[in-house]
T-cell receptor, first 114, second 110 residues
Framework: DTGVSQDPRHKITKRGQNVTFRCDPI?????LYWYRQTLGQGPEFLTY????????KSRLLSDRFSAERPKGSFSTLEIQRTEQGDSAMYLC????????????FGQGTRLTVV | KQEVTQIPAALSVPEGENLVLNCSFT??????LQWFRQDPGKGLTSLLL?????REQTSGRLNASLDKSSGRSTLYIAASQPGDSATYLC?????????FGAGTRLTVKP
């Protein structure tokens, strides 16, 4: 297993377009997290899944954002009608359910909205 | 809602110095605390995980402590090297999500 994988690594889109990012977690990990990070800030929590169930969503996740994990494996994060303020690094992490285990992050998807 | 604060925001030291990074959190009902390193434009690399029942964890030149009752953790880096230059982030894990501080940007000068 090569760790958490995110695709694409970079995305440039025009304002108003829809974008979708993919995250493939470590294979046996039940939990999957999405974060957004802007320059000079720590990662901001967006949402997390336990298997296929989305257990928590941040208020940051407006109705233009949706995330899925249909089979409890990979996850997608879609942003509709992108705005310039959506420009950020989108990070995915995965972990086991047990609370005493590490979370591992992917390399992120850098989104630029022009 | 859990709030995580990291002090200082930036730190510059000469090579060879020992240093301490601080992390504080508002809700002591945590399961674990994890320290990460982030290089510019990259994802996060896990450094150390401290479980809520532990007081300390060591890996090489790194030592992390946890005082859950006072809501504090420190990351001690011994004999710093230029390759340690990065942003260091602490993350507090509650019953579900993980919450991060804004990080400490460390520069180690040769």
């Amino acid at each position: 297993d090569t760790g958490v994988s995110q695709d694409p690594r970079h995305k440039i889109t025009k304002r108003g377009q829809n974008v979708t990012f993919r995250c493939d977690p470590i294979s046996e990990h039940n939990r999957l997290y999405w974060y957004r990070q802007t320059l000079g800030q720590g990662p901001e929590f967006l949402t997390y899944f336990q298997n296929e169930a989305q257990l928590e969503k941040s208020r940051l996740l407006s109705d233009r954002f949706s995330a899925e994990r249909p089979k409890g494996s990979f996850s997608t994060l879609e942003i509709q009608r992108t705005e310039q303020g959506d420009s950020a690094m989108y990070l995915c992490a995965s972990s086991l359910i047990q609370e005493n285990t590490e979370a591992f992050f992917g390399q992120g998807t850098r989104l630029t909205v022009v | 809602k859990q709030e995580v604060t990291q002090i200082p925001a930036a730190l510059s030291v000469p090579e060879g110095e020992n240093l301490v990074l601080n992390c504080s959190f508002t809700d002591s009902a945590i399961y674990n605390l994890q320290w990460f390193r982030q290089d510019p434009g990259k994802g996060l690399t896990s450094l150390l995980l401290i479980q809520s029942s532990q007081r300390e964890q060591t890996s090489g030149r790194l030592n992390a402590s946890l005082d859950k009752s006072s809501g504090r953790s420190t990351l001690y880096i011994a004999a710093s090297q230029p390759g340690d230059s990065a942003t260091y982030l602490c993350a507090v894990r509650g019953s579900g999500d993980m919450r991060f501080g804004a990080g400490t940007r460390l520069t180690v000068k040769p």
